[in-house]
């Protein structure tokens, strides 16, 4: 043969090769990155990697863990169908999860049980509770929502069930966000086929109605309750609700939004961060301990908190002078009161009560006494504690224009925020 | 024979009467000194006895050098506190003994027509509803307002009836029980209605402490009591000679309706300015007045002193027990509750000895 | 001679008497079936009257439903969150009201009940340091634990006052304040233990004092039931001697009854249904109280009929007042304890500034 032949053949056949391995050897599109470690917010059995999705990734990783590259204890919700090993069945559930079967899944709630849980969720029924209520804004799930109980909706921050309530679409079924009445949600199973009950997580629910949750389950109705109250365990019911609700975009960017403002605190306050001695106070007539979610914030935000008790409360009656000892003589108080977005502000009595209690102390004499709304999201709680402890590092209505920034992604109105109306100083 | 002589008699008469003014110079003593000491109880674990008498002596002299959150403690907080538990328990204390006098029954109280339950009822509507009769811009002075007047009510209600028709003296007992149940019933839905946080600060006001006293509040207080208990010592001779019976009573000149009411209008204003501030102290106005008694007998011209000393000084004690037991304090009133009912058992299953049931 | 009945004038006398008394008791039973019915009716399904009186009897012969259709929720909310709350209802209507005879006729008190002298709130107390601090003084884990601690608890004040009126000669008013006083104390030990426990805490515990039929299983209705349907048949059993207590102790020594004995057996029988009762519903005052005087009104005093006819009023009067305090403001609830209380205590006044010596005891 002549040698354009052989070249030719030559050619054909590296090029046949390179076909063939391109074909038959498994291509790079398919070789996921395996995250070191699970992130450990989405806690639902079958999203391996702790984060917002069940996807590609969660597959990837229960794979390697049958292949032995990495174990069930490093990704613990591997196992999606609970059963203490990771194998094909768990894979395949996966699998499952991703295009949106018709199945139950289990998620850990933040009481550490196991709940079985309809997925995906197409009728829900919400027990609003008041930390969850700021929450459900960003999950933004209203359209679907069949039955919600409530004590009083804020008509600006609850715009969505009040706008779902008002037009018929949503049918309230309790008069605070703790019980729901049997009869009304048996009628919405009936009738609209309501699938599961999401709730926060209050310890007065429990002793209400802990029986209820049986018959809940009786009748079919699956009960998912997750404590709203510290950031903590606030991302990992967004995540978990998330997930289920398939709004894993919404909670990923939420989550960025925080952990951009918690950078800017750390980077803003740089190496003034924790000097700033604070106490907090959620009830009138107790100060917030070291069991509560307002220590953690506190700390986020850069303070150096000085309760040293473990519940989450110790009380403060009128005529306490323990609150005067020198350890407890902090530079900040926040005082926590309930003011609402579209309902009333900060009270007299509340302000009245507070004054009775705490005028003597260190904080209020120094001018540093501040009273802050309660029903604001965790983030935004935590930049105006960041701005008021620090008011010369942060810029005027820095937190403020946090806040504005929330609302604006978040509520559907437009809505001006007031920054007196969310914290307030108490001057003597 | 062995006659006993005139003066005999007139000797161990007066002898008797120099016992029971020893009785209550003693125990007046008593009750000053356990102030002074309750001046040194606090909560605050740093203040030692001489930071104490600093502070003290610089009130005094007007000199020295003090740590001003000491100053604060001792006389902002302290001191108003002890002034407080004095007039508070010999109010109650009197309150109590005059009651249970005029009333013929040996457990009235000065709530027993109601007051209590009157005040709760009241401090209760502004804390769950913020409905103030008159808000004067501090809470505590607010409650106290409402507190007072719907305390007079139950007592001007029966005091109405009472003009009406002939009620006795049980019958008052017992129609003050009733109106207590029907205020606890009100106070009880406002409760169900209310927010948990609410609903712990009104419990804790119902209870009964000393916390609240402040020098603004104080010499309120003190101006209408004092008045009152005089008014009542005024009335001790009638009062004695009421214990023997109304027709007696009457025989001997005494009106015995119209000091009866008196009585009750002074006891209810008296009580109804203390509970306004400190809620329902119990205990005090039951107990007092009996163990009182014990040392001087049911003259009221002595026993009124007597059971004033007693009651200032057990209020004392117990409250600074109730700082001591748990630094960040316990109301009062439930050191009171805790150990003034067993003492009352105590001394109902004494009581067969006595002739006065 | 006019005016000296004939014997068939007395016979007629007495026959009119049994039939007013038989009438009225299948009055009050008439009452108290249709009031359990509206009870029913009351419900967020819509159900119709006749048609739950349907339902709940074919469920208890055996009827079944088609999961998650509409029947089979009719069946189910009615017998499991309605039918328990209308027995229990009965149940404590029943033995409050024994409860209240019994004291009433042992202490010659016609202000007795278990709620005016302190018996209630000793009850209460023994359970919420059961409840709260896990304290027993049996070590039986669960419901019969609390059960225990506030039948201890509801013994203190009883013994109290057995002791004392032993030992003088109580006025009725007297023992009132006595009540009064005994429930000053306990809720003093109550703040005691709920001293450190958060706002949400207390309320929940103070809202449970205050009786109510809410969340009521079949489960619950278990105990108070047993100990009810007890104390009904002995009370019924003992009627004779009840009645010789009414005559005056010594009358009652004179004619053969150890009326020590008598007393403290009949204490600890009320301290036992109260505390039963109490355990599972919280605190009802003034049933006991108001349901013999209605029954002594009609029926007379003769503790034969008392009996019974007052465990029928009981029951009539709670299944009234739980209607009452679900339709007041549905669809929430207030609680029965609370609506009893406003009912009662104006009552309560009522009786005390209208009585008339005519019953034959002087306050």
């Known amino acids: ?428 | ?357 | 001679m006019e005016g000296i009945p004939t014997e068939d004038r007395v016979d007629a006398d007495y026959r009119s008497y049994l039939v007013r008394k038989v009438i009225f008791i299948i009055g009050v039973l008439i009452g108290c079936i249709v009031v359990a019915g509206i009870s029913l009716t009351i419900n967020g399904r819509g159900i119709e009257f006749f048609d739950c009186y349907e339902y709940i009897i074919k469920h208890i012969l055996g009827y079944e439903y088609e999961y998650r259709t509409e029947d089979w929720f009719n069946d189910y909310v009615l017998w499991n969150t309605y039918m328990p709350r209308v027995v229990i209802a009965i149940v404590s209507g029943c033995g409050l009201a024994i409860c209240g005879v019994i004291m009433q006729s042992v202490f010659s008190n016609p202000l007795a009940d278990p709620y005016t002298t302190g018996v209630s709130d000793g009850a209460t107390l023994g359970a919420t340091m059961a409840i709260v601090s896990g304290l027993t003084f049996a070590n039986v884990a669960g419901s019969l634990g609390v059960v225990i601690n506030a039948f201890i608890g509801a013994l203190v004040p009883a013994v109290i006052i057995i002791l004392i009126s032993g030992a003088v000669r109580l006025s009725p008013a007297t023992m009132i304040l006595i009540g009064v006083a005994l429930s000053g104390v306990f809720s003093g030990l109550q703040t005691l233990v709920m001293y450190s426990a958060d706002p949400e805490e207390l309320t929940a515990a103070l809202r449970w004092g205050i009786g109510s039929f809410n969340q009521i299983q079949w489960s619950d209705c278990v105990i108070p039931a047993l100990v009810t349907v007890i104390g009904s048949v002995l009370s019924i059993f003992m009627y004779r001697n009840l009645n010789l207590l009414t005559l005056g102790e010594a009358s009652a020594k004179s004619l053969g009854l150890d009326v020590e004995q008598f007393k403290s057996l009949c204490m600890v029988l009320v301290a036992f249904m109260a505390a039963a009762i109490i355990c599972y519903v919280g605190i009802i005052g003034f049933v006991g109280l108001i349901s013999p005087h209605f029954v002594r009104m009609i029926l007379g005093g003769d503790n034969k009929y008392v009996i019974p006819a007052s465990m029928l009023v009981g029951s009539f009067f709670l299944l009234a007042s739980d209607l009452i305090a679900r339709l007041v403001v549905f669809p929430d609830e207030l609680r029965v304890g609370l609506i009893m209380s406003v009912v009662g205590a104006p009552i309560f006044l009522y009786m005390i500034v209208k009585r008339k010596k005519g019953y034959g005891e002087v306050f």
């Open chain 2, 1 to 357: 024979m062995d006659a006993v002589s005139v003066s005999d008699m007139e000797c161990e008469y007066y002898a008797s009467i120099k016992k029971k003014k020893l009785a209550i110079l003693a125990i007046a003593i008593l009750s000053i000194i356990a102030t002074v000491c309750s001046l040194f109880v606090s909560q605050l674990s740093t203040m030692t006895i001489s930071d104490v008498m600093d502070v003290l002596g610089y009130h005094m002299t007007g000199t020295g050098d003090i740590n001003p959150v000491y100053d604060m403690v001792v006389w902002d907080y302290n001191v108003p506190r002890a002034l407080l538990g004095l007039v508070v328990g010999s109010s109650l204390a009197v309150g109590g003994a005059v009651m249970q006098s005029i009333l013929r029954n040996p457990l009235a109280t000065p709530y027993t027509t109601g007051v209590s339950a009157g005040a709760s009822m009241g401090a209760s509507l502004l804390i769950y509803l913020d409905f103030a009769i008159l808000w004067t811009g501090g809470y505590v002075s607010s409650i106290a307002i409402n507190a007072i007047v719907f305390a007079m009510i139950p007592t001007v209600a029966i005091l109405i009836v009472s003009h009406q028709k002939h009620i006795t003296p049980t019958t008052m007992i017992l129609a003050g029980i009733a109106i207590m149940y029907i205020f606890s019933a009100a106070t009880s839905l406002l409760m169900l209605l209310a927010d948990p946080e609410n609903v712990q600060e009104a419990y804790e006001w119902g209870i009964g402490s000393l916390g609240r006293a402040s020098w603004d509040n104080i010499w309120f207080v003190t101006a209408v009591v004092i008045p009152c208990m005089v008014a009542l010592l005024l009335f001790s001779k009638q009062v004695t000679i009421m214990n023997a019976g109304n027709r007696s009573a009457q025989s001997m000149g005494v009106r015995v309706k119209m000091i009866r009411n008196l009585s009750l209008v002074i006891i209810a204003v008296m009580t109804a300015v203390t509970v306004g501030i400190t809620g329902g102290i119990g205990f005090i106005g039951l107990v007092a007045p009996h163990i009182a008694r014990i040392f001087v007998g049911s003259d009221q011209k002595y026993l009124l002193p007597c059971s004033a000393a007693l009651g200032s000084l057990i209020l004392i004690v117990a409250d600074a027990a109730s700082r001591i037991i748990v630094p960040e304090g316990m109301p009062v009133g439930v050191i009171t509750a805790v150990i003034g009912g067993p003492i009352f058992v105590l001394l109902l299953i004494k009581a067969s000895k006595k002739v006065w049931f």
């Open chain 1, 1 to 428: 043969m002549n040698k354009t032949m052989a070249i030719l053949v030559a050619v054909l056949v590296v090029a046949a090769g390179a076909v063939a391995a391109f074909t038959l050897i498994p291509g790079d599109d398919d070789k996921v990155s395996i995250p070191e470690v699970a992130e450990g917010t989405g806690t639902v059995y079958g999203n391996a990697d702790g984060n917002c999705f069940i996807d590609k990734v969660d597959v990837a990783i229960a794979e390697s863990i049958i292949n032995g590259e990495r174990t069930l204890e490093e990704f613990p919700f591997a196992d999606a169908d609970c059963s203490g090993t990771v194998d094909s069945k768990d894979v395949q559930l996966i699998k499952d999860m991703i295009n949106k079967k018709d199945m139950k899944v289990k998620v850990l709630d933040t009481q550490d049980k196991i709940i079985s849980v309809q997925y995906p969720i197409k009728n829900p029924i919400i027990l609003s509770g008041s930390n969850l209520a700021p929450l459900m804004n960003i999950l933004d799930f209203s359209d679907i929502v069949v039955g919600a109980a409530y004590n009083t909706l804020d008509p600006v921050r609850d715009y969505s069930i009040y706008n779902g309530i008002e037009s018929g679409k949503i049918t309230k079924i309790g008069v605070n966000g703790t019980a729901a009445d049997l009869d009304i949600v048996s009628e919405l199973i009936l009738k609209k086929d309501a699938d599961v009950m999401l709730c926060e997580y209050s310890g007065m629910y429990d002793l209400d109605s802990d029986v209820n949750i049986t018959q809940f389950n009786e009748w079919g109705l699956d009960v998912l309750c997750m404590e709203c109250r510290d950031p903590g365990d606030d991302m990992r019911s967004l995540a978990v609700f998330g997930i289920l609700l398939d709004r894993g975009e919404n909670v990923q960017d939420y989550m960025k939004f925080c952990d951009e403002v918690y950078k800017d605190i750390k980077k803003v306050e740089g190496d003034k961060f924790g000097t700033t001695t604070v106490l907090v106070s959620s009830l009138k007539s107790s100060l917030s301990g070291t069991g509560s979610g307002y220590y953690p914030m506190s700390i986020t935000a850069g303070g150096k908190n000085l309760a040293d008790w473990s519940g989450s409360i110790k009380s403060v009656k009128v005529g306490d002078v323990w609150i005067f000892e020198d350890k407890y003589a902090s530079d900040v108080l926040f005082l926590g009161a309930s003011s609402n977005y579209g309902l009333a502000e900060f009270t007299d009595s509340d302000i009245a009560a507070y004054e009775e209690r705490y005028t003597n102390h260190n904080a209020w004499k120094n001018d540093r006494a501040f009273i802050f709304s309660t029903s604001t999201p965790v983030v935004v709680r935590i930049a105006y504690m960041a701005e008021f402890m620090y008011p010369d590092l942060f810029e005027d209505g820095w937190a403020n224009g946090i806040h504005q920034d929330f609302v604006d992604k978040y509520f559907d109105t437009d809505y001006t925020v007031e920054e007196s109306r969310f914290i307030k100083k108490l001057s003597s």
